[in-house]
């Protein structure tokens, strides 16, 4: 999902572009007025970084903390089941953690989700713009 060539820690060169855009697009296209809402998407983009932060002090510490970083995918389950997020947002977190073996997959993983944040905030901005219908 992330790698180019893995051995050579070659990311796919669209993944922070087009592969990001493309989530936010669609993670956004199902959003209502509960359902992805920034703040909530928000939620799990800190909990990522707050996970970089260690690991970047830490980076030994990699192996004690991916069991937790893999909870992630509980929390999704479950504000999905209180429909927080839908199930594309829930899909993108279970199928990067499915993809996350080592650090390097996690860093790649952490400029994924940051990018797919600026490409939400984006679209949510969009969206939310008022639509101008005056004449000149």
């Known amino acids: 999902m992330f790698w180019k060539d893995k051995e050579k820690k070659l990311i796919k060169p669209e993944l922070f572009s087009e592969i990001a855009e493309e989530l936010a697009k669609t ?23 707050r996970f ?21 995918n509980a929390k999704a389950a479950y504000a999905m089941g209180r429909d927080l997020v839908s ?8 199928k990067s953690l499915d993809n996350i073996d080592d650090k390097d997959d996690f860093d790649v993983f952490a400029g994924l989700f940051e990018a797919f944040m600026g490409y939400y905030k984006f679209h949510n901005e969009k969206s939310e713009r008022p639509f101008y219908q005056g004449g000149i």
Do not use: C, W
Request: aromatic share 12%; hydrophobic share 35%; glycine share 2%.
């Open 27 to 49: 993670i956004h296209s199902e959003a209502s007025n509960k359902t992805n809402k920034p703040t909530q998407i928000r939620k799990f983009y800190e909990e990522v970084m």
């Open 52 to 72: 970089d932060s260690m690991l970047k002090v830490n980076p030994e510490e990699f192996d004690n903390l991916l069991p937790y970083m893999k909870m992630l």
């Open 87 to 94: 199930k594309g947002f829930k899909d993108f977190i279970k």
